[in-house]
C-alpha cells in the first residue's frame, strides 16, 4: 500500500504562486508516475501535469508556461510550482501515483489539497 500527503493549497490572489507537494509512504518499490490532477465540483478530474521516473513530463495546455512539475525519487515526493494563477486555476488538487510491478498497473490518490485563486 502507499499513501500520498499533499500539502501546500491555500488561497491566493491572481498572478500569485503556490506550491503543492505530495510524499508517498508506505511499501514502495519504484513509483513510475507520479502527477497532479484537479477537479471542480461537478467535473471530471483532469491531469495537470505528470512526471514519469525517468523525468518526462507532459503538462496539460491551459498550465504550460506557469506551472512546473518535478520530482525527488530519493524523497518519493512530487512537487507542483504554480506561478502566475488564475481565478480558473480554483480547484482541488490531487497527487496521483502509478506503480507497475510484474505487468500489473496500481493507481495511487492523495485526500486532495484545495487551491483557491481571487480575482
Known amino acids: 500500500q502507499v499513501q500520498l500527503v499533499e500539502s501546500g493549497g491555500g488561497l491566493v490572489q491572481a498572478g500569485g504562486s503556490l506550491r503543492l507537494s505530495c510524499a508517498a509512504s508506505g511499501t514502495i518499490f519504484t513509483i513510475n508516475d507520479m502527477g497532479w490532477y484537479r477537479q471542480a465540483p461537478g467535473k471530471q478530474r483532469e491531469l495537470v501535469a505528470v512526471?514519469?521516473?525517468?523525468?518526462?513530463?507532459n503538462y496539460t495546455d491551459s498550465v504550460k508556461g506557469r506551472f512546473t512539475i518535478s520530482r525527488d525519487n530519493a524523497k518519493n515526493t512530487v512537487y507542483l510550482q504554480m506561478n502566475s494563477l488564475k481565478p480558473e486555476d480554483t480547484d482541488v488538487y490531487y497527487c496521483?501515483?502509478?506503480?507497475?510491478?510484474?505487468?500489473?498497473?496500481?493507481?495511487?490518490w492523495g485526500q486532495g489539497t484545495q487551491v483557491t485563486v481571487s480575482s
Open positions: 496521483n501515483a502509478v506503480l507497475r510491478i510484474r505487468g500489473y498497473e496500481y493507481v495511487y
Open positions: 512526471i514519469t521516473s525517468g523525468g518526462s513530463i
